[in-house]
């Protein structure tokens, strides 16, 4: 008798991708929150919130996001145009995966509540809603329930203004999106703030949000299950049915332990642009230093 395994498509390919320590780590832990001040070009908006996005967007199917933008102007010019070209980086296609501003075609999944309207949103073909708060107009939202906060470019918001927006992120339907990780959970990244700039400096005060002992437990348990993820490949290539069988069993047991250790959690990163000087290379930071000056370079 012949005996297989079915294999699940993510258990089939591994994909292979350059990523920056930050990137790697972030990846690794996938905390509920995320508080990362980065340097310029660091793909915060491309990368980063794009990659958040997309695996809430799976976790939490049919929920309501809440994407802060310090003027609808800012995120119709930079945000949204950003955040769309880190989907498509990543293989979804507009129309197909999301829409944006309209209502969406027929054969994605509805949101758990029906939105009045599709004016400053995202939609996805996962159910997921987003709604784009303008800090200037944030009362507009402030009466809303959210799943998930995402904010970008978190320096130029006052923390009096995004607090005001954080009662919203209450959750909604515990019985419907309790079980991820990410609910009601906030994604925050930002350029380092320059107060003579009038930038604010608040997202600073979040670093004692994270506690680091739980931060090496989730990577001690995350390196346990990527091993078993190796072998687990290892053993497909060679097709040795027993062991993807006793493999499986470890990775199921060692998912569960991953999930548990990443609840309540928060990550909070403090990055230089010279995390990624493997893609940016040397002649983009003489430039950046000749053009500006050694203040702004710092």
């Given amino acids: 008798m012949k005996t297989s395994v079915n294999l699940t498509k993510n258990e089939e390919h591994i994909n292979a991708s350059y990523a920056s320590w930050v990137k790697m780590a972030i990846e690794m832990i996938k905390p509920k929150d995320l508080y990362l001040v980065a340097g310029r070009a660091m793909a915060k908006t491309t990368d980063i919130q794009a990659s958040r ?65 599709y004016k400053h949103t995202i939609s996805t073909f996962l159910g997921t809603f987003t709604q784009i708060v303008s800090m200037d107009q944030v009362t507009s939202a402030a009466g809303g329930s959210f799943q998930h906060l995402f904010v970008d470019e978190a320096k130029n918001t006052p923390d009096k203004r995004i607090k005001k927006l954080f009662p919203a992120i209450r959750g909604g339907d515990y019985l419907q999106f309790g079980r991820s990780i990410y609910y009601r959970g906030r ?43 190796i072998k687990f490949q290892e053993a497909y290539v060679k097709k040795d049915v027993n062991a993807l069988k006793r493999l499986r069993k470890n990775i199921i047991r060692w998912k569960s332990n991953y999930h548990r250790a990443r609840k309540d959690s928060s990550l909070f990163l403090v990055a230089s642009t010279f995390a990624n000087v493997d893609i940016l290379t040397q002649g983009y930071f003489e430039e950046v230093l000749a053009s500006e000056g050694p203040f702004s370079f710092r």
Avoid: C
């Fill in 53 to 117: 996005f997309k695996e809430i967007s799976y976790d939490m199917q049919h929920a309501w996001f809440a994407w802060a933008a310090t003027t609808y102007m800012d995120a119709i010019d930079n945000i949204v145009p950003s955040l769309i070209e880190g989907l498509e980086r990543q293989g979804w296609v507009e129309g197909k995966h999301f829409v944006t501003d309209v209502q969406p075609p027929r054969h994605f999944l509805k949101p758990y509540k029906s939105p009045k309207s």
């Fill in 187 to 229: 994604t925050m990244t930002t350029d380092m703030p320059n107060l003579t700039e009038n930038e604010y400096d608040w997202i600073l005060t979040l670093e004692k949000e994270m506690d680091v002992e739980q931060m090496r437990k989730i990577m001690e348990v995350f390196l346990v299950l990527n091993d078993y993820r």
